[in-house]
């Protein structure tokens, strides 16, 4: 059957699968919501710039 060692390596394994699973998920996440912050601030800057061409 499984010796007490094979146990704690399969956890182990286990354990370092599901933590690098969640931190994908968390830094896909955060870079989705950075990228989309960016885009909005860009979009806002140039918005902004070209109103005050348009008003002087």
Known sequence: MFDF???L???LFLT???IGFWLM???VGFVHY???GA?????KE???KRDQ???S
């Open 34 to 36: 950075w990228l989309g």
């Open 46 to 48: 140039k918005k902004a």
């Open 53 to 55: 061409e348009q008003a």
């Open 16 to 18: 370092v699968l599901t």
């Open 5 to 7: 060692q094979q146990y």
């Open 39 to 43: 885009i909005i601030e860009l979009i």
């Open 9 to 11: 390596g399969f956890i």
């Open 25 to 27: 998920i968390f830094l």
